[in-house]
Protein backbone atom coordinates (compact mmCIF):
# COMPACT_ATOMS: atom_id res chain seq x y z
CA UNK A 1 0.00 0.00 0.00
CA UNK A 2 0.85 3.02 -0.81
CA UNK A 3 3.73 2.52 -3.25
CA UNK A 4 2.39 5.89 -5.40
CA UNK A 5 3.89 7.87 -2.10
CA UNK A 6 7.34 5.89 -1.25
CA UNK A 7 9.60 4.19 -3.90
CA UNK A 8 7.77 5.93 -6.63
CA UNK A 9 7.43 9.13 -5.10
CA UNK A 10 10.35 10.69 -7.67
CA UNK A 11 7.46 9.87 -10.46
CA UNK A 12 4.82 10.87 -9.16
CA UNK A 13 4.44 14.26 -11.22
CA UNK A 14 5.34 12.47 -14.29
CA UNK A 15 2.61 9.85 -13.24
CA UNK A 16 0.05 13.08 -12.95
CA UNK A 17 1.10 15.38 -15.70
CA UNK A 18 -1.79 15.96 -16.94
CA UNK A 19 -3.41 16.96 -13.94
CA UNK A 20 -0.48 19.05 -13.18
CA UNK A 21 -1.31 21.30 -16.21
CA UNK A 22 -4.66 22.09 -14.38
CA UNK A 23 -3.41 23.05 -10.99
CA UNK A 24 -3.34 26.93 -11.72
CA UNK A 25 -7.22 26.74 -12.76
CA UNK A 26 -7.83 24.67 -9.60
CA UNK A 27 -6.01 27.03 -7.43
CA UNK A 28 -7.94 30.29 -9.57
CA UNK A 29 -10.94 28.49 -8.51
CA UNK A 30 -9.92 28.46 -4.85
CA UNK A 31 -8.88 31.67 -4.52
CA UNK A 32 -12.78 32.70 -5.94
CA UNK A 33 -13.99 30.57 -2.92
CA UNK A 34 -11.58 32.13 -0.52
CA UNK A 35 -13.09 35.44 -1.70
CA UNK A 36 -17.00 34.36 -2.15
CA UNK A 37 -17.29 32.09 0.86
CA UNK A 38 -14.83 32.82 3.82
CA UNK A 39 -16.00 34.90 6.66
CA UNK A 40 -12.09 36.14 7.37
CA UNK A 41 -9.39 37.18 5.31
CA UNK A 42 -7.17 34.27 3.67
CA UNK A 43 -3.48 34.63 4.33
CA UNK A 44 -2.21 31.52 6.38
CA UNK A 45 -3.01 28.14 4.37
CA UNK A 46 -2.53 24.90 5.83
CA UNK A 47 -2.21 22.08 2.95
CA UNK A 48 -2.96 18.58 4.18
CA UNK A 49 -1.66 15.74 2.51
CA UNK A 50 0.21 17.68 -0.08
CA UNK A 51 1.95 15.30 -1.83
CA UNK A 52 4.87 16.67 -3.90
CA UNK A 53 3.54 20.17 -3.45
CA UNK A 54 2.09 21.09 -6.43
CA UNK A 55 -1.01 23.34 -5.26
CA UNK A 56 0.78 24.03 -2.56
CA UNK A 57 3.64 25.71 -4.25
CA UNK A 58 0.95 27.31 -6.60
CA UNK A 59 -0.60 28.86 -3.86
CA UNK A 60 2.48 30.47 -1.88
CA UNK A 61 3.41 32.00 -5.36
CA UNK A 62 0.41 33.46 -5.09
CA UNK A 63 1.67 35.50 -1.81
CA UNK A 64 -0.43 33.43 0.62
CA UNK A 65 1.96 32.17 3.72
CA UNK A 66 1.73 28.12 3.25
CA UNK A 67 2.52 25.21 5.88
CA UNK A 68 2.60 21.98 3.80
CA UNK A 69 1.95 18.44 5.27
CA UNK A 70 2.15 14.43 4.41
CA UNK A 71 2.22 11.68 5.38
CA UNK A 72 5.03 10.60 3.64
CA UNK A 73 8.75 11.88 3.72
CA UNK A 74 9.57 10.61 0.13
CA UNK A 75 7.25 13.47 -1.05
CA UNK A 76 8.09 16.16 1.20
CA UNK A 77 11.30 15.67 -0.50
CA UNK A 78 10.33 16.27 -4.06
CA UNK A 79 8.17 18.90 -2.72
CA UNK A 80 11.34 20.43 -0.86
CA UNK A 81 13.55 20.46 -3.98
CA UNK A 82 10.88 22.04 -6.38
CA UNK A 83 10.09 24.74 -3.62
CA UNK A 84 14.34 25.09 -3.61
CA UNK A 85 14.59 25.22 -7.29
CA UNK A 86 11.89 27.51 -7.46
CA UNK A 87 12.83 30.16 -4.98
CA UNK A 88 9.45 29.55 -3.24
CA UNK A 89 9.21 29.80 0.52
CA UNK A 90 6.91 26.75 1.93
CA UNK A 91 7.46 24.79 4.61
CA UNK A 92 6.61 21.37 4.56
CA UNK A 93 6.31 19.00 7.11
CA UNK A 94 5.68 14.68 7.75
CA UNK A 95 3.18 14.17 9.71
CA UNK A 96 -0.69 12.76 9.62
CA UNK A 97 -3.56 15.01 9.16
CA UNK A 98 -5.44 12.77 11.60
CA UNK A 99 -2.80 13.92 14.44
CA UNK A 100 -2.41 17.59 13.37
CA UNK A 101 -2.65 19.42 16.64
CA UNK A 102 -3.17 23.28 15.52
CA UNK A 103 -4.99 25.35 17.68
CA UNK A 104 -6.84 27.92 15.96
CA UNK A 105 -3.77 29.43 13.11
CA UNK A 106 -5.18 28.91 9.94
CA UNK A 107 -7.31 31.43 8.02
CA UNK A 108 -7.76 27.95 5.00
CA UNK A 109 -7.10 24.33 5.25
CA UNK A 110 -6.60 22.71 1.44
CA UNK A 111 -6.61 19.11 0.35
CA UNK A 112 -6.15 18.33 -2.91
CA UNK A 113 -6.71 15.34 -5.43
CA UNK A 114 -8.43 13.27 -3.99
CA UNK A 115 -6.74 13.29 -0.68
CA UNK A 116 -9.65 13.07 1.77
CA UNK A 117 -11.28 9.95 0.08
CA UNK A 118 -8.15 7.99 2.23
CA UNK A 119 -10.63 8.84 5.09
CA UNK A 120 -13.50 6.07 5.92
CA UNK A 121 -16.87 7.56 7.12
CA UNK A 122 -15.41 7.06 10.93
CA UNK A 123 -11.63 8.63 10.70
CA UNK A 124 -12.90 11.55 8.45
CA UNK A 125 -14.76 12.85 11.27
CA UNK A 126 -11.30 13.00 12.96
CA UNK A 127 -10.28 14.61 10.57
CA UNK A 128 -13.15 17.36 10.31
CA UNK A 129 -12.75 17.66 13.79
CA UNK A 130 -8.86 18.77 13.42
CA UNK A 131 -9.27 20.75 10.73
CA UNK A 132 -12.28 22.58 12.97
CA UNK A 133 -9.27 22.86 15.90
CA UNK A 134 -6.87 23.93 13.50
CA UNK A 135 -9.12 26.81 11.73
CA UNK A 136 -9.51 30.28 13.28
CA UNK A 137 -13.63 31.35 12.90
CA UNK A 138 -14.88 32.15 10.13
CA UNK A 139 -11.88 29.98 8.38
CA UNK A 140 -12.38 27.93 4.86
CA UNK A 141 -11.57 24.47 4.51
CA UNK A 142 -11.74 23.39 0.80
CA UNK A 143 -11.01 19.87 -0.77
CA UNK A 144 -12.29 17.74 -3.65
CA UNK A 145 -12.97 14.38 -4.40
CA UNK A 146 -14.30 12.13 -7.43
CA UNK A 147 -17.96 11.10 -8.47
CA UNK A 148 -18.30 7.32 -8.24
CA UNK A 149 -20.00 6.77 -11.11
CA UNK A 150 -17.13 8.22 -13.31
CA UNK A 151 -14.08 6.06 -11.33
CA UNK A 152 -14.56 2.74 -11.63
CA UNK A 153 -13.90 1.03 -15.06
CA UNK A 154 -14.04 -2.63 -15.90
CA UNK A 155 -11.52 -2.37 -18.68
CA UNK A 156 -7.86 -0.78 -17.73
CA UNK A 157 -7.02 2.46 -18.46
CA UNK A 158 -3.50 2.79 -20.12
CA UNK A 159 -1.36 6.16 -20.96
CA UNK A 160 2.76 6.64 -21.08
CA UNK A 161 4.47 9.57 -20.47
CA UNK A 162 8.59 10.26 -21.00
CA UNK A 163 10.65 11.39 -18.37
CA UNK A 164 14.45 12.57 -19.67
CA UNK A 165 15.20 9.06 -21.68
CA UNK A 166 12.96 7.07 -19.64
CA UNK A 167 9.39 5.76 -20.82
CA UNK A 168 6.54 4.82 -18.44
CA UNK A 169 3.62 2.80 -19.50
CA UNK A 170 1.03 3.30 -16.75
CA UNK A 171 -2.18 0.48 -16.41
CA UNK A 172 -4.73 1.23 -14.02
CA UNK A 173 -7.61 -1.17 -12.75
CA UNK A 174 -10.24 0.89 -10.68
CA UNK A 175 -13.20 -1.67 -9.49
CA UNK A 176 -15.85 -0.33 -7.43
CA UNK A 177 -17.39 -2.11 -4.49
CA UNK A 178 -21.01 -0.92 -3.77
CA UNK A 179 -21.70 -2.36 -0.47
CA UNK A 180 -18.89 -0.87 1.31
CA UNK A 181 -18.52 2.51 -0.91
CA UNK A 182 -15.18 1.69 -1.74
CA UNK A 183 -12.93 2.08 -4.90
CA UNK A 184 -9.91 -0.60 -5.34
CA UNK A 185 -7.00 0.90 -7.16
CA UNK A 186 -4.55 -1.36 -8.73
CA UNK A 187 -1.68 0.37 -11.04
CA UNK A 188 0.94 -1.26 -12.74
CA UNK A 189 3.87 0.89 -13.91
CA UNK A 190 6.54 0.03 -16.18
CA UNK A 191 9.95 2.17 -16.48
CA UNK A 192 11.22 1.60 -19.92
CA UNK A 193 15.11 2.61 -19.86
CA UNK A 194 16.90 3.61 -23.30
CA UNK A 195 18.96 0.31 -23.18
CA UNK A 196 16.04 -1.97 -23.01
CA UNK A 197 15.58 -2.78 -19.80
CA UNK A 198 11.95 -2.73 -17.64
CA UNK A 199 11.63 -2.04 -14.28
CA UNK A 200 7.89 -2.81 -12.77
CA UNK A 201 6.00 -1.74 -9.63
CA UNK A 202 2.23 -2.81 -8.75
CA UNK A 203 0.33 0.15 -6.57
CA UNK A 204 -2.31 -1.76 -5.14
CA UNK A 205 -4.74 1.14 -3.04
CA UNK A 206 -8.01 1.62 -1.79
CA UNK A 207 -10.11 4.89 -1.13
CA UNK A 208 -13.68 5.88 0.22
CA UNK A 209 -16.74 6.95 -2.12
CA UNK A 210 -19.14 9.80 -1.08
CA UNK A 211 -21.30 10.71 -3.09
CA UNK A 212 -21.74 15.01 -2.56
CA UNK A 213 -24.91 14.49 -0.22
CA UNK A 214 -22.83 12.43 1.59
CA UNK A 215 -19.79 14.41 1.68
CA UNK A 216 -22.18 17.40 2.82
CA UNK A 217 -24.35 15.00 5.69
CA UNK A 218 -20.67 14.51 7.52
CA UNK A 219 -19.13 17.90 6.92
CA UNK A 220 -22.47 19.56 8.33
CA UNK A 221 -22.00 17.73 12.07
CA UNK A 222 -18.47 19.61 12.31
CA UNK A 223 -18.69 22.62 10.40
CA UNK A 224 -21.36 25.96 10.40
CA UNK A 225 -21.64 26.40 6.77
CA UNK A 226 -21.06 23.52 3.81
CA UNK A 227 -21.61 23.67 0.42
CA UNK A 228 -20.85 21.58 -2.20
CA UNK A 229 -19.37 22.53 -5.34
CA UNK A 230 -19.02 20.98 -9.04
CA UNK A 231 -15.73 20.86 -10.73
CA UNK A 232 -14.65 24.78 -10.54
CA UNK A 233 -18.54 25.54 -11.14
CA UNK A 234 -21.66 25.67 -8.82
CA UNK A 235 -22.75 21.74 -8.85
CA UNK A 236 -24.42 20.56 -11.58
CA UNK A 237 -25.59 17.34 -13.58
CA UNK A 238 -23.11 14.92 -14.50
CA UNK A 239 -19.72 17.17 -12.79
CA UNK A 240 -16.99 14.56 -12.39
CA UNK A 241 -15.15 16.14 -9.05
CA UNK A 242 -16.61 18.04 -6.33
CA UNK A 243 -15.44 20.50 -3.85
CA UNK A 244 -16.42 20.65 -0.42
CA UNK A 245 -16.45 24.03 0.72
CA UNK A 246 -16.85 24.07 4.79
CA UNK A 247 -16.70 26.93 7.19
CA UNK A 248 -15.94 26.70 10.65
C1 LIG B 1 -3.37 11.78 -4.44
S1 LIG B 1 -2.05 12.41 -3.46
C2 LIG B 1 -2.37 14.14 -3.52
C3 LIG B 1 -1.13 14.97 -3.31
C4 LIG B 1 -1.31 16.49 -3.48
N1 LIG B 1 -2.35 17.02 -2.60
C5 LIG B 1 -1.63 16.86 -4.91
O1 LIG B 1 -2.62 17.57 -5.13
O2 LIG B 1 -0.88 16.48 -5.81
C6 LIG B 1 -2.54 11.92 -1.85
C7 LIG B 1 -1.56 12.30 -0.75
O3 LIG B 1 -2.16 12.02 0.52
C8 LIG B 1 -1.13 11.68 1.42
N2 LIG B 1 -1.75 11.05 2.59
C9 LIG B 1 -2.46 9.90 2.64
N3 LIG B 1 -2.90 9.67 3.89
C10 LIG B 1 -2.47 10.72 4.66
C11 LIG B 1 -2.59 11.07 6.03
N4 LIG B 1 -3.27 10.28 6.89
N5 LIG B 1 -2.01 12.21 6.47
C12 LIG B 1 -1.32 13.02 5.63
N6 LIG B 1 -1.16 12.72 4.31
C13 LIG B 1 -1.72 11.60 3.84
C14 LIG B 1 -0.22 10.78 0.59
O4 LIG B 1 1.06 10.65 1.17
C15 LIG B 1 -0.23 11.54 -0.75
O5 LIG B 1 0.86 12.42 -0.84
Redesign the pocket.
Known sequence: MHEL?TVLAEYYDVIYRKRKELVKKEIDFVEDLFRREAEREVKRILD?????G??TLELAKRGYEVIG????EE?LQVARRKSEKEGIKVEFIQ????EIDFEEEFDAITM????IT?FDDYSIQQLFNSIKQALKPGGIFVADFPCWFYSGKDYPIIWDEQNGDERLVITDWREIEPAFQKMRFKRLVQIIKPDGSVKTFMVDDELNIYTPREMRLLAEKHFRKVKIYGNLHELKPNDRRYWLVAIK
Request: proline residues 5%.
Open positions: YLACGTTPLDLHMGNALFFSSY
